[in-house]
């Protein structure tokens, strides 16, 4: 006898499609397993649910999707940061059963309790493809014939506007930490501000990266963060390793260098630290765009609508913000700038008037 007492076998058609159907008792529940046979006729059929219930009654105990999951989790070759955030994920597979009961209904339903929790269509939309993963993988070592996830539709993410900061916002920022003294944070402010780094390149900036005879920033590592803290990095994608201009205003700035062998300091600078302080900063001065208080990352949305808006050439913004396709840049971080449209709309009305005559000139 193997580790499964079957109660019950038999065949169930719907069309022309024979299904082998399965039940079980699971503890004090009875479960069912099926699976879609190739069979055309009812003697192939009955042949075909025998090898099934053989099989099913010889395999090893039900597995928990949420277990599974984990287990798929740990399979993988990834970054830390990477697994960090596969590991928050897991927690919203809890209850969803066994991996050979799960369905297309079970799955939609899901993600709906997900989205009526309040969590974002982003994060839905990760724990979805998390789970649409690990289920192949089940498929591939036999736990399942197909994969629920297959046969529903993936949640759509619905990306907000950047939450940049206007022209008053971005000034008032510029003033707050010109009465600041010098520090760390004040530092990663101004570049932030005036390149659009990624706040783990921030942090991981050494001054060896940074000529200021051509003023320029070379950007070739970043910082992650895993459980074990932060540790050091390629930076995100092979356009990420890049060059970018220094302005003017971040120039003054870098023309003072502290001692450490790090633009932050003497180590790399801890990415979670350095977006408490941003926080707390942003709180208290009201800090806020279109959508409310601005995240570090925010900053960064700042200055890709700031230059886009100031009339900057796209595929060279694209290549500072280290994008590999200016669509990114365009539909991500390109949020609509206020007085850029007045600007447009001043323009167009002023080559409609070059054109136009008098009402009384002959056509």
Same mark, same amino acid.
Request: net charge positive.
């Given at each position: 006898?193997?580790?499964?007492?079957?109660?019950?076998?038999?065949?169930?058609?719907?069309?022309?499609?024979?299904?082998?159907?399965?039940?079980?008792?699971?503890?004090?529940?009875?479960?069912?397993?099926?699976?879609?046979?190739?069979?055309?006729?009812?003697? /192939?059929? *009955?042949?075909?649910?025998?090898?099934?219930?053989?099989?099913? =009654?010889?395999?090893?105990? #039900?597995?928990?999707?949420?277990?599974?999951?984990?287990?798929?989790?740990?399979?993988?070759?990834?970054?830390?940061?990477?697994?960090?955030?596969?590991?928050?994920?897991?927690?919203?597979?809890?209850?969803?059963?066994?991996?050979?009961?799960?369905?297309?209904?079970?799955?939609?339903?899901?993600?709906?309790?997900?989205?009526?929790?309040?969590?974002?269509?982003?994060?839905?939309?990760?724990?979805?493809?998390?789970?649409?993963? @690990?289920? &192949?993988?089940?498929?591939?070592?036999?736990?399942?014939?197909?994969?629920?996830?297959?046969?529903?539709?993936?949640?759509?993410?619905?990306?907000? #506007?950047?939450?940049?900061?206007?022209?008053?916002?971005?000034?008032?920022?510029?003033?707050?930490? =010109? &009465?600041?003294?010098?520090?760390?944070?004040?530092?990663?402010?101004?570049?932030?501000?005036?390149?659009? *780094?990624?706040?783990?390149?921030?942090? !991981?900036? +050494?001054?060896?990266?940074?000529?200021?005879?051509?003023?320029?920033?070379?950007?070739?590592?970043?910082?992650?963060?895993?459980?074990?803290?932060?540790?050091?990095?390629?930076?995100?994608?092979?356009?990420?390793?890049?060059?970018?201009?220094?302005?003017?205003?971040?120039?003054?700035?870098?023309?003072?260098? $502290? $001692?450490?062998?790090?633009?932050?300091?003497?180590?790399?600078?801890?990415?979670?630290?350095?977006?408490?302080?941003?926080?707390?900063? @942003?709180?208290?001065?009201?800090?806020?765009?279109?959508?409310?208080?601005?995240?570090?990352?925010?900053?960064?949305?700042?200055?890709?609508?700031?230059?886009?808006?100031?009339?900057?050439?796209?595929?060279?913004?694209?290549?500072?913000?280290?994008?590999?396709?200016?669509?990114?840049?365009? &539909?991500?971080?390109?949020?609509?700038?206020?007085?850029?449209? +007045?600007? !447009?709309? /001043?323009?167009?009305?002023?080559?409609?008037?070059?054109?136009?005559? #008098?009402?009384?000139?002959?056509?």
């Amino acid at each position: 006898m193997g580790a499964f007492q079957v109660r019950s076998a038999f065949l169930r058609k719907v069309g022309r499609k024979y299904t082998a159907v399965l039940k079980y008792r699971d503890g004090e529940k009875v479960r069912q397993r099926t699976r879609v046979l190739k069979a055309k006729t009812r003697s /192939d059929a *009955m042949r075909e649910l025998e090898a099934f219930r053989a099989e099913f =009654e010889g395999s090893g105990p #039900p597995v928990e999707v949420q277990a599974h999951v984990r287990s798929y989790i740990a399979s993988l070759d990834v970054e830390a940061s990477t697994r960090t955030v596969y590991s928050y994920l897991l927690g919203y597979y809890e209850g969803l059963g066994l991996v050979g009961d799960l369905s297309p209904s079970k799955v939609r339903n899901w993600m709906d309790g997900l989205t009526t929790r309040g969590l974002s269509s982003s994060t839905v939309l990760k724990a979805y493809r998390l789970l649409k993963q @690990a289920l &192949d993988k089940a498929v591939g070592d036999g736990l399942i014939d197909s994969n629920p996830c297959n046969s529903v539709k993936p949640p759509r993410n619905v990306r907000k #506007p950047p939450n940049a900061l206007d022209a008053r916002g971005r000034s008032r920022l510029l003033h707050l930490l =010109e &009465d600041m003294e010098p520090s760390p944070f004040r530092f990663a402010v101004y570049i932030a501000l005036c390149t659009g *780094m990624r706040r783990g390149e921030i942090c !991981a900036l +050494r001054w060896d990266d940074i000529d200021l005879d051509r003023c320029e920033i070379h950007v070739g590592q970043s910082m992650g963060i895993a459980r074990g803290g932060a540790y050091q990095k390629p930076p995100k994608t092979l356009s990420s390793i890049r060059t970018i201009p220094i302005p003017s205003l971040l120039l003054e700035q870098l023309r003072t260098p $502290n $001692n450490g062998p790090y633009v932050l300091g003497d180590r790399p600078y801890s990415p979670a630290r350095l977006t408490k302080e941003w926080q707390s900063f @942003a709180r208290t001065f009201g800090i806020k765009g279109h959508d409310g208080i601005c995240t570090f990352h925010d900053l960064r949305h700042t200055y890709a609508t700031m230059a886009i808006a100031g009339g900057a050439d796209i595929r060279s913004v694209a290549s500072i913000l280290g994008h590999s396709s200016v669509a990114m840049t365009l &539909d991500v971080y390109a949020a609509p700038d206020e007085d850029a449209k +007045r600007r !447009a709309a /001043d323009l167009i009305g002023i080559e409609l008037e070059k054109g136009s005559t #008098p009402k009384d000139a002959p056509l």
